[in-house]
């Protein structure tokens, strides 16, 4: 059965860093583009970064770039969001996904609490 599992949120101060990990299990992540989301109290979700299918390319919405940086470790099958000088609008809920855009037979992790905050 295919799974994404999300970890690695928790509550960080504004400049400070968080490494969110998406173990995936019951497929290769290698076959499927990788998009990480959030969701903000209020906000529709929306997409932070993407990596493609191939893994050789990647994107950032304008928000994070320079910030956030998308990488995959293929031995354990698991995409990394690395985040840095977090901001207090980077608060949300982080979802991975099987793809890039919301689709209908998109999968979703459980998702991951994000809180930047003094």
């Known amino acids: 059965q295919l799974q994404l599992v999300e970890s690695g949120g928790g509550l960080v101060q504004p400049g400070g860093s968080l490494r969110l990990s998406c173990a995936a299990s019951?497929?290769?992540?290698?076959?499927?583009?990788i998009g990480w989301f959030r969701q903000a109290p209020g906000k529709e979700r929306e997409g932070v970064s993407c990596r493609s299918s191939t893994g050789n390319k990647t994107s950032y919405a304008a928000s994070v770039k320079g910030r956030f940086t998308i990488s995959t470790d293929n031995a354990k099958n698991t995409v990394y969001l690395q985040m840095n000088s977090l901001k207090p609008e980077d608060t949300g809920i982080y979802y991975c996904?099987?793809?890039?855009?919301?689709?209908?037979?998109?999968?979703w992790g459980q998702g991951t609490q994000v809180t930047v905050s003094s």
């Open positions: 996904a099987t793809s890039c855009v919301i689709l209908v037979t998109t999968k």
């Open positions: 019951g497929f290769t992540l290698d076959n499927y583009a």
